[in-house]
């Protein structure tokens, strides 16, 4: 009993020394992690770059345009490090991820935030606008996936976190390719979180409102077809998105402290809604969908039957 009660004991400190060290490789061992971040020139991923470095944490602060990052990183010393990263070209992709692990050693959180908005109805969709969308949306959200990811598992630890949008799990009349690809974003990043979590590889979709941003501004691109026959579905709404920038609820500052908050979380969420406009859609959106589902119940299992 004596030896039993020790190799309880034994075995208690180890699974408590083990969870600590978990937790030291999750937050760093003196508290401040690593973070690279796409988009940050303006908006969410700017607001989440300052958030990060002014708690003390490390940033490779990432833009199209390196220019556009280098004051953001300049007010932080050797904790901050501006780069070129152009999602769209894997090159520039792989060049940043091997500078911010060269600089600081590793990476401990990776947020994929570059994106932008498109405008047409699904018919007034130009071909060249909409694959250039997928190339940033969700292309380019790969491409930075597979070159942050080996050094992410090689050390057993680490946190991806996909900017999506409400938009990614409700769709409206005039952002129909938009929401495709943030639909895509979602699904990818479900099995993504499926196949990390064994690794002790954390996934978190950040699904936000209308944030204060420059995504209905001037980061915003639409088609400019406008067939008639849409004007009061698509057209109303492409007027209406486009008249609402500067005047959202969300802002872009708490956004990013919030998503701070969620990655410090010893069990971060899969799904993180930022602002009250997008919970109050979500619950809307699951209670039509619940709705259909039990409306449409008898011909749903009238599929199933015996095999022939």
Known sequence: MHNDRHSD????????????????????????????????????????????????????????????????????????LALRLDVTDPASVTAAVHA?????????????????????????????????????????????LKAALPGMRARRSGHVVNISSFGGLAAFPATGHYHATKFALEGLSESLAAELAPLGIAVTIAEPGGLRTQWAGTSMRQSPVRLDDYEQTAGKRRDATLAVSGRQPGDPDRAAAALATAVDSDAPPLRLLLGSDALAGARARLERLREEIDAHEALTVSVDGAAR
């Open 9 to 80: 004991q034994h075995n208690d400190m180890h699974s408590d020394a083990h969870d600590e060290m978990q937790h030291d490789v999750r937050h760093g061992r003196n508290g401040a992690r690593t973070w690279l971040i796409t988009g940050c020139s303006q908006g969410l991923g700017r607001a989440l770059a300052a958030h990060a470095l002014e708690r003390g944490d490390r940033v490779a602060v990432t833009a199209r345009d390196r220019a556009a990052v280098r004051d953001l990183a300049a007010a932080h010393g050797d904790r901050a």
């Open 100 to 144: 911010c692990e060269q600089t600081f050693g590793h990476i401990d959180v990776l947020v994929n935030n570059a994106g932008y908005g498109y405008l047409a109805a699904v018919e007034e969709g130009e071909d060249a606008a909409v694959r250039a969308l997928y190339d940033t949306n969700v292309h380019g959200v790969v491409t930075v």
